[in-house]
């Protein structure tokens, strides 16, 4: 069995924080919405159109 090295902290190779970097980075900063509805349907919309896109996940077999 063959178990990769992950770091404990390692925000770049975690797929889930890439995508919330690039939501902040497009929806959230600098970016201001008269309610919170508003927001949601801003993130959401983004969501629909930009995470089909994004590369596949990466996937990890731990089991041999």
Same mark, same amino acid.
């Given at each position: 069995m063959v178990v %990769?090295? +992950?770091p404990s902290r390692a925000p @770049? @190779? &975690?797929s889930v @924080? +890439?995508?919330f970097w690039r *939501?902040?980075?497009a929806v959230t900063r600098n970016? #201001?919405?008269e309610t919170i509805n508003a927001l949601v349907e801003a993130a959401t919309e983004w969501?629909?159109?930009v995470v089909p #896109? +994004? %590369?596949p996940i990466p996937t990890y &077999? *731990?089991?041999a």
């Open positions: %990769p090295y +992950l @770049e @190779e &975690n @924080e +890439l995508v *939501l902040h980075k970016h #201001r919405h969501l629909q159109v #896109r +994004l %590369p &077999n *731990l089991i």
